[in-house]
């Protein structure tokens, strides 16, 4: 089975601070997501990653950056947390065909007080 | 670019009664379309996909889907619902483009009444 682990499941943060969210997956997935999940709004892409040192910006990427060295971590970095980032985040992977699914992690529950 | 509706946030079913969620995209092109499930506290599931084929597809839980290029629709269906599959139920489109993600509806929560 194709296993996606996010390294938080609950975490909490002071406003300013520097936050670093990781996902890795086992399946050598080319593709890689970041989603952020807030009540109302669905899943929002964050950024995506389709290669290593590869990155495509999605719908709401301010204030957030990522970082993939290796094929199976994909990192979120939020550069200067503020309480707006309080949030669901879901790490995801593919194959790289459009025509496959997306396999999600657990997600991690992100607050910033 | 293509976008998804989910026109109803929130569904009541009697248990044991039938169920059809309503999903409407917009995409220039065929495109590739999926239904996920999230339980509470839980990561998201794959119900059901659909990229080519057969318009009615099946999926796990028992759940299909039918793909109406004519509506742009493909919509969630289920004959009798069980208390477990009280859940969000997200779609979500896709294109058949290199270098494009998944786009996803809000959502519709489901309640399943005794």
């Known amino acids: 089975d194709v296993k996606v682990t996010q390294s938080s499941r609950y975490l909490v943060k002071r406003t300013g601070e520097k936050v670093f969210l990781e996902c890795v997956q086992d399946m050598d997935h080319e593709n890689m997501f970041w989603y952020r999940q807030d009540p109302g709004l669905g899943l929002r892409l964050i950024y995506f990653?389709?290669?290593?040192?590869?990155?495509e910006k999605g719908d709401i990427p301010e204030g957030y950056s990522v970082s993939r060295e290796k094929k199976e971590r994909f990192s979120l970095i939020l550069e200067s947390a503020s309480t707006n980032q309080t949030s669901m985040y879901l790490c995801?992977?593919?194959?790289?065909?459009?025509?496959?699914?997306?396999?999600f992690g657990p997600g991690t529950r992100l607050t910033v007080l | 670019a293509q976008s998804v509706t989910q026109p109803d946030i929130h569904i009541t079913v009697s248990e044991g009664a039938s169920l059809e969620l309503r999903c409407n995209y917009s995409y220039g092109a065929t495109p590739y379309l999926f239904w996920y499930v999230q339980s509470p506290g839980q990561g998201l599931q794959l119900l059901l996909k659909?990229?080519?084929?057969?318009?009615l597809v099946q999926g796990i839980k028992g759940f299909e889907a039918e793909f109406k290029r004519s509506q742009s629709s493909f919509n969630l269906r289920k004959p009798s619902v069980h208390w477990s599959d009280a859940a969000e139920y997200f779609c979500a489109v896709g294109a058949n483009q290199a270098g494009t993600a998944l786009i996803f509806g809000k959502g519709t929560t489901l309640s399943v009444s005794s």
């Open positions: 995801a992977s593919r194959p790289p065909d459009n025509y496959n699914e997306q396999f």
């Open positions: 990653s389709y290669d290593v040192k590869m990155k």
């Open positions: 659909y990229f080519s084929g057969d318009t």
